[in-house]
């Protein structure tokens, strides 16, 4: 199936830094792609739409300049936790529709990126 | 986007079938049921999904009533590592894509 990789698998910063986690679609392209937050013993809540070559859509109540998303090129879409902190520290998921001929948008998801702010 | 509904939490014994239910009574026609897993601290994976006819792959089956309210996830033969947060989601096929994750279903598999 469509392999979909996040970088760093994890990640510990000082708080106030900033930290930027990679998503990359490896044997197809993405025009979208999806970030999500989970925090420990919850679902996940989606964050944005990553969309290439124009601006993320940013679901309610994200602030976009604290999740700065790119996405450069059909295959990468990159997140910057901006001046992080702790409340922040959660573990971030990328996801991205699979190639076409796969029926009805089928996502494929990342292994996900920990990030802890001490 | 339809809203499902799912028990929080189910055991199942290795080797039996497990059978997780979802309601999605609020479904509309365009809207199909997709099914993926999340196994602890890994991103999650898809299962299977469908519209209205059931639907079977090497992972697992998938029952939608006649009236599409709502649905069953059959694992035949669970394992230990079938062990895993089941979510249930209903959305429209070709629309945008993303998903929305509700709190799914916890199912332990047991020796």
């Known amino acids: 199936g469509a392999v979909v990789s996040q970088h760093p698998s994890w990640v510990i910063c000082k708080s106030g830094t900033s930290v930027k986690i990679e998503c990359r679609s490896l044997d197809f392209q993405a025009t979208t792609m999806f970030w999500y937050r989970q925090f420990p013993k919850q679902s996940l809540m989606l964050m944005a739409t990553?969309?290439?070559?124009?601006?993320?859509?940013?679901e309610q109540g994200v602030e976009k300049d604290k999740f700065l998303i790119n996405h450069a090129s059909l295959t990468l879409s990159t997140l910057t936790v901006t001046s992080a902190h702790p409340e922040d520290s959660s573990f971030y998921i990328c996801?991205?529709?699979?190639?076409?001929?796969?029926?009805?948008?089928?996502?494929?998801f990342g292994e996900g990126s920990r990030l802890t702010v001490l | 986007d339809a809203k499902t509904t799912q028990p929080t939490s189910m055991d199942c014994a290795e080797g039996r079938a497990a059978n997780l239910p979802c309601n999605h009574s609020t479904i509309s026609g365009n809207e199909y049921v997709y099914w993926y897993r999340q196994i602890h601290s890994q991103g999650p994976q898809y299962i299977i999904h469908g519209l209205k006819n059931n639907e079977t792959n090497e992972m697992a089956s998938l029952i939608i009533t006649e009236d599409r309210k709502s649905s069953t996830l059959i694992l035949p033969h669970a394992t230990l590592r079938d062990t895993a947060v089941y979510y249930c989601i209903v959305r429209v096929g070709n629309q945008g894509g993303k998903l929305i994750f509700g709190q799914g279903t916890e199912l332990s598999v047991k020796p």
């Open positions: 996801s991205a529709r699979g190639p076409s001929g796969r029926g009805a948008g089928e996502l494929f």
């Open positions: 990553s969309n290439e070559g124009s601006k993320a859509t940013y």
